[in-house]
């Protein structure tokens, strides 16, 4: 389910709407999520993309009816099948729209794969985080190629290999959330954080630190401060900047981004 709001159109509200099953992971649903944020979500005009969840929960996690399938499963069709999550989750790392995951409820397996493949997650303060792969034989191993962008080595252990419910409070302390609210305040919450990183930030800047900070890990350090140069260089030269500049030289301060 889709919506736009927002004074200006450019919040994307993306609801994950089958309740009865905890919004489970189908195959049908990551191939809809995987488009979706394939788009070029910007020339459309949306500047953040909210992600949440209908009913008690944000995600349960895989299909029970395609986990049942994979048991009968050849070679090839688990790397197809591996191969889709890849491309879900790439997706939404890869989306140069700001993004956020709007998590109540239970947030399980491949739901916590889709809530911190997202910029920022916010939680309600009953939500409950599970990476509980390991429980039934598999391995969160898409998630273990991103996860480390957001906490440290040791609670990534904790996290990957000794699989218990993490409350929205522990999530909060070890980097997996970044902001905790009541959950009637969810919502809004939200909204008031995209709004406000959107009117203090340029959004061409959002999406080119994004693009570095996906191009970075594993460079030597050589070839890290390159790109990096480049990056620096290459955004001097784009609009946003040149406004940024000239707003802050005629005015002394930084310019309000979501305004035209």
Same mark, same amino acid.
């Given at each position: 389910?889709?919506?736009?709001?927002?004074?200006?159109?450019?919040?994307?509200?993306?609801?994950?709407?089958?309740?009865?099953?905890?919004?489970?992971?189908?195959?049908?649903? *990551?191939?809809?999520?995987?488009?979706?944020?394939?788009?070029?979500?910007?020339?459309?005009?949306?500047?953040?993309?909210?992600?949440?969840?209908?009913?008690?929960?944000?995600?349960?996690?895989?299909?029970?009816?395609?986990?049942?399938?994979?048991?009968?499963?050849?070679?090839?069709?688990? /790397?197809?099948?591996?191969? /889709?999550?890849?491309?879900?989750?790439?997706?939404?790392?890869?989306?140069?729209?700001?993004?956020? *995951?709007?998590?109540?409820?239970?947030?399980?397996?491949?739901?916590?794969?889709?809530?911190?493949?997202?910029?920022?997650?916010?939680?309600?303060?009953?939500?409950?985080?599970?990476?509980?792969?390991?429980?039934?034989?598999?391995?969160?191993?898409?998630?273990?190629?991103?996860?480390?962008? /957001?906490?440290?080595?040791?609670?990534?252990?904790?996290?990957?290999?000794?699989?218990?419910?993490?409350?929205?409070?522990?999530?909060?302390?070890?980097?997996?959330?970044?902001?905790?609210?009541?959950?009637?305040?969810?919502?809004?919450?939200?909204? %008031?954080?995209?709004?406000?990183?959107?009117?203090?930030?340029?959004?061409?800047?959002? *999406? !080119?630190?994004?693009?570095?900070?996906?191009?970075?890990?594993?460079?030597?350090?050589?070839? !890290?401060?390159?790109?990096?140069?480049?990056?620096?260089?290459?955004?001097? *030269?784009? %609009?946003?900047?040149?406004?940024?500049?000239?707003?802050?030289?005629?005015?002394?301060?930084?310019?309000?981004?979501?305004?035209?």
């Amino acid at each position: 389910e889709l919506r736009r709001s927002g004074a200006e159109g450019d919040l994307l509200h993306v609801t994950l709407n089958d309740p009865a099953r905890a919004n489970a992971l189908s195959p049908a649903l *990551a191939a809809e999520l995987t488009a979706l944020y394939r788009r070029d979500l910007r020339a459309e005009g949306v500047r953040a993309v909210l992600l949440a969840g209908a009913g008690r929960h944000f995600c349960a996690g895989a299909d029970l009816d395609h986990l049942q399938s994979l048991q009968s499963a050849s070679a090839l069709d688990n /790397r197809l099948d591996s191969g /889709r999550l890849r491309d879900l989750f790439e997706a939404i790392l890869r989306q140069e729209a700001l993004t956020l *995951a709007l998590v109540h409820g239970s947030c399980v397996a491949g739901g916590c794969g889709l809530a911190t493949a997202c910029d920022f997650v916010v939680a309600s303060d009953e939500a409950r985080f599970l990476y509980s792969e390991v429980r039934i034989g598999f391995v969160a191993a898409i998630v273990a190629t991103y996860l480390p962008m /957001r906490v440290r080595g040791s609670d990534l252990r904790e996290l990957l290999l000794n699989p218990d419910f993490v409350t929205a409070e522990r999530a909060l302390a070890i980097g997996l959330a970044n902001r905790v609210v009541p959950k009637a305040e969810l919502l809004s919450a939200g909204e %008031a954080l995209a709004a406000e990183i959107l009117g203090k930030a340029s959004s061409e800047s959002i *999406a !080119r630190t994004k693009r570095l900070l996906l191009a970075l890990p594993g460079l030597p350090l050589d070839e !890290r401060l390159g790109a990096a140069a480049e990056a620096n260089a290459a955004a001097r *030269a784009t %609009a946003d900047c040149r406004r940024g500049i000239s707003t802050f030289l005629a005015e002394k301060k930084t310019p309000d981004w979501r305004s035209a």
